[in-house]
Each structure stands twice: as C-alpha cells, then as structure tokens.
Nanobody, 127 residues
Framework: QVQLVESGGGLAQAGGSLRLSCVAS????????MGWFRQAPGHEREFVAA????????RYADSVKGRFTISRDTVKNTVYLQMNNLKPEDTANYYC????????????????????WGQGTQVTVSS
C-alpha cells in the first residue's frame, strides 16, 4: 500500500512562488515515475509535470513550462513542485500521483497511468 501526502499549498500573489511537497510511503518509491496534476473548480483534472524514477527525465504541460520545476529526493521519498512566476490561472487543487507500472514513463500526462493519489493541496493565486 502506498500513501501520498501533499503539502506546501497556500495563497500567493501573482508573480510569487510556492513549493509543493509530496511524501510517499513504501519502500518501492524510487522505482516509479511520479506526476503532479491539478484541478480547478468546474474544470477537469489536468497534467502539470512528471518525473522518472531516478529524476533523469521530466515532462511539463505547456502552460507551466519554464515556470514550474519537478524534482525528487529518493532518500526522503519526496517529490517536489517548485512553482515560480505564479499566475491566477494556476489556482487549483494540486495532486501528486504514483505511476502504475514500475520503471515506466510513457504518456506521463495520462492520469490513467497513475494508481495512487494524494489528497491534494490547494494553491490560490491572487492577481
């Protein structure tokens, strides 16, 4: 069983920064790609960023490319999402998720490729 717990959300002004963290339980965390998704009220959940099991490769949604950075610390079983130059349209509940298959990173933007999800952390960006 895997548990994912996000933290770091909050209120930020446009142009500001926040860093989200996702702590994972389970000994096999370092064998799975991880992703961040977000969902705003009235909108579908959307892909934000993903990272391979060893941190060697990353993917980003076009809307956050150049502003957000995903990283991971396998010793701390933690995945991070550094969010800079925040915009009001970044307001959403942010979720981390674990890839369903060990050592897989194809189509990381598809939510169906993830089997465990955190409870989410709210990010609100004011203009």
């Amino acid at each position: 069983q895997v548990q994912l717990v996000e933290s770091g959300g909050g209120l930020a002004q446009a142009g500001g920064s926040l860093r989200l963290s996702c702590v994972a339980s389970g000994r096999t965390f370092s064998s799975y790609a991880m992703g961040w998704f977000r969902q705003a009220p009235g909108h579908e959940r959307e892909f934000v960023a993903a990272i391979t099991w060893n941190g060697g490769s990353t993917r980003y949604a076009d809307s956050v490319k150049g502003r957000f950075t995903i990283s991971r610390d396998t010793v701390k079983n933690t995945v991070y999402l550094q969010m800079n130059n925040l915009k009001p349209e970044d307001t959403a509940n942010y979720y981390c998720a674990k890839n369903r298959v060990i050592y897989r990173f194809d189509n990381p933007h598809h939510s169906n490729n993830y089997d465990y999800w955190g409870q989410g952390t709210q990010v609100t960006v004011s203009s």
